[in-house]
Antibody, heavy 118, light 107 residues
Framework: QVQLVESGGGLVKPGGSLRLSCAAS????????MSWIRQAPGKGLEWISY????????KYADSVKGRFTISRENANNSLFLVMNSLRVEDTAIYYC???????????WGQGTLVTVSS | EIVLTQSPGTLSLSPGERAALSCRAV??????IAWYQQKPGRAPRLLIH???SRAAGVPDRFTGSGSGTDFTLTISRLEPEDFAVYYC?????????FGQGTRLEIK
């Protein structure tokens, strides 16, 4: 079955950086778009980025554009999110999710918590 | 950006009752609407896609309807495990957006 496991979250100071990873299994990773979605504590869901199956096409929400970079390694079934210039408002659980172009998020990881605080 | 507005914010019902959750888009999203269920401490789970198609393994008491700008998730007979937060999401245009959620609580 599909499994997505995020890692790399933690406590970081404002202005700092963090790299999240998502290990995928149970499906043909290089056939699917992948996304990162976040959820601030007690708040709703916010899509922040997706990447095409080949990795050549990426898209970002305005809230993270220029600060976050999504990438993938199909050979290792892995998805990444490099987060720079972190702000307090980036504090959230970060989920990776499997999707396709014009398709919903049909599988989600369990999430990894990122806390930005001084 | 397509803003999705869900109503009500909180819905208080009893097991066995019928729930109707609304999601309204400011512009047409055709049928590119999904519904997710999220329980405390858990990741969201896809329930409905393409406005009315149930995802694999979703009980048939969950029904999605609507097109264009107005959508509804109906739960025909609430089971105890259905009390959760529900989000709609549009995936027809970028940025992908979610509604703010409806909390379904036990009355």
């Amino acid at each position: 079955q599909v499994q997505l496991v995020e890692s790399g979250g933690g406590l970081v100071k404002p202005g700092g950086s963090l790299r999240l990873s998502c290990a995928a299994s149970g499906f043909s990773f290089n056939d699917h778009y992948m996304s990162w979605i976040r959820q601030a504590p007690g708040k709703g869901l916010e899509w922040i980025s997706y990447i095409s199956n080949s990795g050549t096409f990426t898209k970002y929400a305005d809230s993270v554009k220029g600060r976050f970079t999504i990438s993938r390694e199909n050979a290792n079934n892995s998805l990444f999110l490099v987060m720079n210039s972190l702000r307090v408002e980036d504090t959230a659980i970060y989920y990776c999710a499997k999707n396709a172009i014009a398709a919903p998020f049909d599988s989600w990881g369990q999430g990894t918590l990122v806390t930005v605080s001084s | 950006e397509i803003v999705l507005t869900q109503s009500p914010g909180t819905l208080s019902l009893s097991p066995g009752e019928r729930a109707a959750l609304s999601c309204r888009a400011v512009h047409s999203v055709d049928n590119y609407i999904a519904w997710y269920q999220q329980k405390p401490g858990r990741a969201p789970r896809l329930l409905i896609h393409s406005a009315s198609s149930r995802a694999a393994g979703v009980p048939d008491r969950f029904t999605g309807s609507g097109s264009g700008t107005d959508f509804t998730l109906t739960i025909s007979r609430l089971e105890p495990e259905d009390f959760a937060v529900y989000y709609c999401q549009q995936y027809g245009s970028s940025p992908l957006t979610f509604g703010q959620g409806t909390r379904l609580e036990i009355k």
